[in-house]
């Protein structure tokens, strides 16, 4: 404490300090707190590659796969028309 300077400016001096220390240190765990957040935020949603991939890769892959449903589907049988009673 300083001789010199009254008691209540000292005060003040120190009260004031505390609040800017307190309140840098307040933003720095909230900036810490978001950048986490925006981490686990990363982690948890879905990744969209699929949507990534170039145009001729999709033309090319859903090309192959409407192949191999038309080769997987069997012939349909017609249904024979039932015969009506009189």
Known sequence: MD????I????TDAVSTAATVTADA???????????AKKVAKKVTPKKK????????????????????AAKKPAKKKK???KSKR
């Open 26 to 36: 307040a933003k720095t765990v909230v900036k810490k707190a978001k950048k986490a």
């Open 80 to 82: 024979k028309a039932k």
């Open 8 to 11: 209540l400016g000292q005060m």
């Open 50 to 69: 699929a949507a990534k991939k170039s145009k001729k890769a999709a033309k090319k892959s859903s090309a192959k796969k409407s192949a191999k449903k």
């Open 3 to 6: 001789d010199d300077e009254p």
